[in-house]
């Protein structure tokens, strides 16, 4: 491998101890660039929401003993209060909680979630923080699957997925990001960016995992009808998250990372409008009967989705934690605009409008396009399959009166 590809497991140049006492939160602000006009709104708005409010004193400080696991079950979780290594306790409760320890190399769990936690950038908005924030979003679903349902003896995740699934989906979640570049497919694919090389030549090393990643695909999308060939960042967190899976056992490998590659390689964009269309078409079948029991590849799909909506889980939150998530994603969006303008624009073409930040009115009005055209279908049909706990659809409803309150 060249230098471009080099060196992927030691992206990150903090020392291990660093990485345990360092927060995406306070990230986004000293690695920002200078900017003025518009997009300043941004970065005021981040400042002073970490100057308002002191985590240090009630977070930081905290020991994993401290942790209560009753706090991952509010679907409002404020990660950001949290380091990094706070994060990875969180996720090991998660494991507990979910009692998948039995299922894996549980001593060498910690080790494989730090490994993977060293690997995500500190870009704006695609950085572990948010990989925790999908983990926690899809142990909230599956502990509340059935709560709004028919009363039935089999409720519960149980009644949809099997321990491999339920591995897949939080493994999924963990990795579904790891070394993002804070930058698009589209953007890689027409700059030929030495990303695209990263993936075309990692390979596998023995000396690091047991799971092979040779022809791993989606079943999931090769049965909609569509590939995954240009979803240059998917095929790459997934072949990075399996290079450094350590943690299962040899009978479970097959299995389980099939159903990380389902979660991950359905998290491309591109592939929302199909997946969506194919959920409404199971969320039918349930509408007729309630107490319908899936085909094991509607299980398959259904927790591909987890992945996919826990990614999209801004807009769930209450709207003050949502409205900063969105100024994150607002910001890497502008980084990219950026970015692209120093580009030959003869030969790249012009930056994507949608990606440049013009104003807090405008990025308002996006959003709550967004809400009731991408989220809310999603989630409702999820909500009506799942029947997890209705606060979140709530909430999408609440954001988007929230979003377009006082504008014209």
């Known amino acids: ?9 030691d992206q990150e140049t903090h020392s291990k101890e660093d990485l345990l006492n360092i927060r995406d939160f306070e990230n986004a602000l000293k690695e920002t660039k200078i900017y003025s006009g518009h997009e300043r709104d941004i970065i005021d708005i981040l400042q002073e929401d970490l100057r308002s409010t002191d985590y240090s004193k009630d977070s930081t400080g905290l020991e994993p003993g401290d942790f209560d696991p009753k706090e991952l079950l509010n679907h409002n979780f404020e990660a950001y209060k949290y380091t990094r290594g706070q994060l990875i306790d969180w996720i090991m409760i998660i494991f507990e ?26 870009v704006p908005y695609h950085h572990f923080t948010h990989a925790f924030s999908l983990t926690n979003g899809a142990y909230w679903i599956l502990s509340n699957i059935g709560k709004e349902g028919p009363s039935d003896e089999k409720q519960g995740a149980y009644k949809f997925f099997s321990k491999d699934d339920i591995l897949g989906i939080i493994l999924g979640c963990i990795g579904h990001d790891v070394n993002h570049p804070g930058m698009n497919n589209g953007y890689l694919l027409k700059t030929k960016d030495d990303l695209l090389i990263l993936c075309s030549k990692f390979t596998d090393d023995d000396s690091v995992t047991t799971i092979s990643e040779e022809g791993m695909s989606s079943h999931v999308l090769e049965e909609l009808g569509t590939d995954n060939k240009n979803s240059v960042l998917e095929n790459m967190h997934l072949k990075i998250m399996l290079h450094c899976m350590d943690i299962l056992p040899k009978e479970k490998a097959d299995s389980v990372s ?34 319908y029991t899936p085909t094991q590849e509607e299980r398959t799909f259904l927790a591909a989705m987890i992945v996919h909506a826990c990614d999209l889980n ?11 998530w969105g100024m994150r994603i607002a910001q ?25 930040y013009t104003g807090a009115e405008a990025f308002k009005k996006s959003q709550a396009g967004f809400c009731k055209n991408i989220i809310l279908p999603m989630w409702q049909v999820l909500y009506d399959i799942l029947k997890f706990d209705r606060v979140v659809i709530d909430n999408i409803e609440k954001n988007q009166e929230l979003l377009l309150e006082g504008l014209d």
């Open 332 to 356: 890497e969006f502008h980084d990219q605009y950026c970015a692209e303008e120093k580009l030959d624009q003869e030969k790249y073409g012009q930056p994507l409008a949608f990606l440049k």
């Open 1 to 9: 491998m060249d230098k471009e590809g080099e060196n992927i497991a």
């Open 97 to 122: 909680q979910l009692e998948l320890n039995s299922e894996i190399y549980e001593d060498k769990l910690r080790g494989f979630l730090v490994n993977i936690c060293s690997n995500y950038r500190r």
């Open 258 to 291: 099939q159903a990380i590659a389902e979660g991950i390689l359905c998290t491309d964009m591109s592939k929302h409008g199909t997946l969506v269309e194919k959920l409404k078409a199971i969320g039918e079948k349930f509408k007729e009967n309630e107490t």
């Open 314 to 324: 801004g807009l769930i939150l209450d709207y003050d934690h949502s409205f900063k």
